[in-house]
């Protein structure tokens, strides 16, 4: 089997990169991705030389290097993980969500159309179902939960995933969709809270917190969700959309204070910042589906994923401190300048 892998050059891209090389050394796993901010080549550094691996640099919006790119490879699967993936950035500068968000995707189905590709799936996010209240734990996001966004970031995803399945009803497109919740693990990019917290707290920084640090999010790590979306590619059924998520709500307060624990720094470290507008309070993930349906069982508890996530993260300080020293700096000072200035 060929399999497209778009967005491997990413934090889960990569992930299931190094999974797929590793476990199917008969199949060609192609890593398209344009190498943006996000996108690092240091990550594949573990499979770049493996002979079913292969790294192609591209833009999944851009159809006629798309289509050209179908046609040589004919391609079997496509598994789109390609995005920008950041709410705050959605929220400063939310044309190019959509560009590549709902246009990319457009055009990866459209080459997946043409030329005959036997899998489409698309790797959603749960924050397309909007968020639940804080004072209603009995409420989960199911499948069948409408659609209901809120930033530009879960509103570009949840028109590519609407597109998804258009195709499939009006195109016949065998596709699927996962969506997920808040992933953590090796190799994410330290824009995203919990990297953040563990490299600034390593460097005994400040620790921006939005409004008060209540909102919750639904924590899974990386390789559960990437064992997920193999089952959905080898069991999942074509129209189905199946949530991921393992029950591991935490408020962000409660994250920020397990990494301080766990690298013996202190909670005055702590800055509460002007809250991130339009901020959802609480995504909780229903995953009865994918249990009952697929036998998925996440292998990490928040507890033993955070301690392995930190441990990964002072193991591999280059990987994280050659982004930090980059352009990303800028990108810090040009978003938290403000807030750290003016606590609420
Ligand atoms: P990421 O930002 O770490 O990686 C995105 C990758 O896509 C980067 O390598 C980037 O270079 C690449 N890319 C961006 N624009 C591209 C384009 N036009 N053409 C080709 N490549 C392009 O994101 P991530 O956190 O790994 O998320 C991957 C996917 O999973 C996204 O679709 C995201 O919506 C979804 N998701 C993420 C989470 C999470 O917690 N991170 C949770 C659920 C779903
Ligand atoms: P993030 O990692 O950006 O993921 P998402 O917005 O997709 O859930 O943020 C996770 C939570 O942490 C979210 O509620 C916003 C909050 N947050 C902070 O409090 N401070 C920060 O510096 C960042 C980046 C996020």
Redesign the pocket.
């Known amino acids: 089997m060929k399999i497209l892998v ?8 990569g992930n299931f990169v190094h999974l797929m090389v590793n476990r199917y050394p008969d199949d060609q796993i192609v890593n ?5 901010y ?3 080549l240091e990550t594949l550094k573990p499979v770049e030389d493996r002979p079913n691996y292969k790294f192609i640099r ?4 851009d159809e006629p290097f798309v289509m050209a790119l179908f046609e040589k490879e004919k391609f079997d699967v496509v598994v ?7 709410v705050d950035r959605s929220i400063t500068d939310p044309g190019i969500f959509i560009q ?1 968000n709902i246009q ?1 995707t457009r055009v990866l189905m459209d080459a997946s159309r043409k030329y005959g590709v036997k899998r489409y799936h698309q ?4 924050e397309v179902y909007g968020d639940l209240p804080l004072d209603r734990p009995d409420l989960y996001f199911t499948e069948e939960t409408p659609i209901h966004t809120s930033s530009p970031y879960s509103s570009s ?1 949840a028109s590519a995933d609407l597109f998804v399945l258009a195709y499939h009803r009006t195109y016949g497109l065998p596709v699927t969709i996962s969506r ?4 953590y693990g090796a190799y ?2 330290p824009e ?1 809270l919990i990297p953040l917290i563990i490299s600034r707290a390593l460097a005994g920084e400040e620790l921006p917190v939005y409004g008060k640090g209540e909102n919750v999010r639904d924590w899974l790590h990386v390789s559960d969700h990437c064992e997920a979306i193999d089952l959905i590619l080898r069991k999942g059924r074509v129209g189905e959309v199946y949530n991921i998520g393992g029950h591991n709500e935490r408020t962000n307060l409660e994250v920020v204070k397990t990494i301080l624990r766990a690298l013996d720094r202190p909670e005055s470290l702590i800055r509460f910042v002007t809250d991130r507008p339009g901020h959802d309070m609480r995504y909780a993930i229903d995953p009865t589906k994918i249990e009952t349906e697929l036998g998925w069982r996440p292998q990490y508890n928040f507890d033993t994923g955070i301690r392995q996530t930190i441990d990964w993260y002072l193991n591999n300080r280059e990987w994280w401190e050659h982004i930090i020293s980059g352009e990303y700096a800028n990108y810090f000072d040009k978003m938290y300048g403000k807030r750290l200035e003016t606590n609420p």
């Open positions: 778009t967005g491997g050059a990413g934090f889960i891209g398209l991705d344009l190498l943006t996000a996108g690092n591209g833009d999944i919006a789109n993980f390609a995005a920008e993936s950041h590549t990319g790797v959603s996010t749960d995803k997920c919740s808040n992933n994410q990019f995203k």
